[in-house]
């Protein structure tokens, strides 16, 4: 009998009403073996067959598990797939341009002023861009349709699983470049942060004015930076507040407190500075010149600057030096005579001086004999052949022509206290101290002077042209200069007579009496005399230094004038009460600026020296006119 085959079949899958398939076995009745079949044969085709069950179904899941992620795309098409959403919004069934519009108009808002940044009354509204910050919408496009799409089968397994069994929420695709982060942070931060004022002290003018401290405030931009990377992941506008510390002072107001008590007791009283029957004052607002506020660390001190004093002392001894207390001498057709004999003078000590005025300030004993040498004569008639004056050694002139009478006046008072002055070897000569005190009594009357970068009346206008001619005698004897000030804007009398071969400004020479002097040094081995004379007629006036020449030639190179600047087309109009209502007089002209270099050039015994440069800046200088206020 041939062999009988019977199918086995699986389970027989069932529909229920509700759609939801149902499994249930099938029986299936189980052949017995005929005689004609041998046991043995029966169990090999038996094992045979039920090895073909086991494999069928691994082939058939295998397969399943490969076909269904891919066949997803077969039922969503083009669209978001069931259960994803971008945060929390569900996105599911919606096409890519869809979602894209959609994501567009929800951050609208948010990419135009994603946070406020705020500080006490100020805000800002900074952009994305502003912030480094952008929004990539077209990558939570990207990454919301291609959930459950890309990827392997076992990736896209994972991803469909996700969505069944609880959703793919998606989050913001947030980009933040941190160094234009805080590269806005820093550029906002300078409306904000300010540095700390230490308690300050100020004894201008002999007053004592003190400041107070404040704290300092800085702005924290790492830390604001965060706070704003976790505000801009919100994908919300939101205000956030930019964080800062206090920054304390170094120096209090207790400290400023205790230094400022200690400065009133400096100036509480003027100094009174006597040498026999003188005596000068300084006001507490030449003492405050002189004091120093300092500070250490966290502490502050006022103490007497050595240097402030020393220069004060320097020019103290233009009042207290008596003019030389040599004869005056004069030189005619070779043979020396004394013309006034000599007298007992005065010099300072200046080292003793300047440690007496600071014991008196802060001892607060306000009066002080100062230190004083007695100098006696040293030339009488019997040495005067002995002095080495026997020639001229250097010349300077200087032309007035055109000089009111008050100046012409007092070019004449002051060539009378130069003539016949002997300066010694290795002396120093000062024009100020020579000249003495510029008033009534020493011939002198009041006109307009430089005075404070402007012409003014003051006593002695015209006393410049002096010391300008004194300069130019010095300069082409070879004398070193020790000080020389030019005059602050440009005055055409200096010009004639200032170079052997032309008229040209850059040698002149200012004086303004315990400030500004003029001063040379005689290194000539011997003796010196100054003669001044004034010529009215041809309005020129004339120093000449006698002595003995050495083995010394001078010239010049130059002048070479620059930086010419025109003078001020718009004048200056001063008010002084002193004039009556409606009165305006000139007391400037303008007149243009200019830097002038001038090198002198001393060859001594057949040796040329460095070059010695003589600077002149005048100013560019307006028309100025006094417009009167008073009654």
């Keep these: 009998m041939a062999d009988k085959y019977y199918q086995k079949y699986g389970p027989i899958q069932r529909r229920r009403s509700n759609g939801v398939f149902e499994y249930e076995e099938a029986v299936v009745p189980r052949p017995e073996p005929t005689p004609e079949t041998p046991p043995t044969r029966y169990r090999a085709q038996r094992q045979r067959r039920s090895m073909v069950k086991p494999v069928a179904f691994i082939v058939v899941a295998i397969s399943i598990a490969v076909l269904l992620p891919f066949a997803t795309n077969l039922f969503m098409g083009n669209q978001a797939m069931q259960g994803v959403s971008i945060q929390g919004q569900a996105v599911s069934g919606m096409s890519r341009d869809a979602l894209q519009a959609e994501l567009e108009a929800q951050y609208a808002s948010f990419q135009t002023t994603p946070i406020t940044l705020s500080f006490d009354d100020r805000t800002w509204t900074p952009s994305l861009d502003q912030l480094g910050a952008k929004l990539d919408i077209e990558t939570m496009v990207d990454t919301a349709m291609m959930t459950g799409r890309h990827g392997g089968p076992i990736e896209r397994i994972q991803d469909l699983w996700a969505l069944w069994s609880g959703g793919v929420d998606i989050g913001p695709r947030l980009i933040v470049d941190q160094q234009v982060l805080q590269a806005y942070l820093s550029i906002a931060a300078l409306e904000v942060e ?158 003793e001086a300047v440690e007496a005025i600071r014991e008196a300030i802060y001892a607060g004993d306000r009066t002080l004999n100062l230190p004083v040498d007695e100098l006696s004569p040293q030339v ?199 004039l009556s209502a409606g009165t305006v007089q000139q007391t400037d002209t303008a007149r243009r600026g200019m830097d002038i270099s001038v090198y002198r050039i001393i060859s001594e015994n057949g040796v040329q020296q460095e070059p010695e440069l003589f600077f002149t800046r005048f100013k560019a200088w307006p028309d100025v006119f006094v417009r009167g206020t008073g009654q």
């Design 194 to 351: 300010q540095p700390p004022r230490d308690a300050a002290l100020s004894v201008a003018e002999g007053k004592v004015v003190p400041t107070g401290a404040r704290d300092g405030r800085q702005v924290l931009v790492d830390e604001t930076a965060d706070d704003v990377i976790l505000s801009l992941e919100s994908l919300e506008s939101q205000t956030v507040v930019m964080r800062t510390r206090l920054l304390d002072p170094t120096i209090d107001d207790t400290e400023v407190a205790l230094v400022a008590d200690e400065a009133r007791e400096l100036l509480d009283t003027p100094l009174t500075l006597q040498q026999a029957d003188r005596s000068w004052t300084w006001e507490p607002e030449r003492i405050a010149s002189l004091l120093e506020v300092a500070r250490d660390d966290s502490t502050m001190s006022i103490s007497i600057d050595e240097q402030r004093l020393a220069a004060a002392v320097e020019n103290l001894t233009q009042l207290v030096n008596s003019p030389t207390a040599e004869p005056r001498v004069a030189f005619n057709n070779g043979v020396l005579a004394i013309s006034q004999p000599g007298q007992t003078g005065w010099r300072l000590e200046q080292p």
């Design 380 to 578: 009488t008639a019997e040495t005067l052949p002995e002095l080495g004056i026997v020639e001229v050694v250097g010349e300077g002139k200087t032309s007035f022509a055109g000089s009111a009478d008050y100046r012409i006046t007092n070019i004449k008072a002051g060539a009378a206290q130069l003539n016949g002055v002997l300066i010694a070897p290795g002396e120093e000569f000062s024009f100020n101290t020579q000249i003495g005190s510029i008033d009534e009594e020493n011939g002198f009357v009041q006109g307009y002077a430089v005075i404070g970068n402007r012409t003014q009346l003051e006593w002695g206008g015209g006393v410049c042209q002096d010391s300008t001619t004194v300069f130019r005698a010095a300069f082409w004897a070879g004398l070193p200069i020790t000080e020389r000030h030019a005059h602050p804007f440009y005055i055409s009398w200096y010009d004639d007579y200032s170079f052997p071969e032309e008229a040209s400004p850059g040698m002149d020479a200012a004086i303004y009496t315990g400030v500004q002097d003029l001063k040379f040094v005689n290194d000539t081995e011997n003796w010196l005399l100054m003669e001044a004379l004034v010529d009215e007629v041809n309005q020129v006036m004339t120093v000449q230094l006698y002595g003995t020449s050495p083995e010394r030639t001078v010239t010049v190179s130059g002048p070479t004038i620059d930086n010419v600047v025109a003078p001020p087309a718009t004048p200056v109009y001063l008010d002084d009460f002193t």
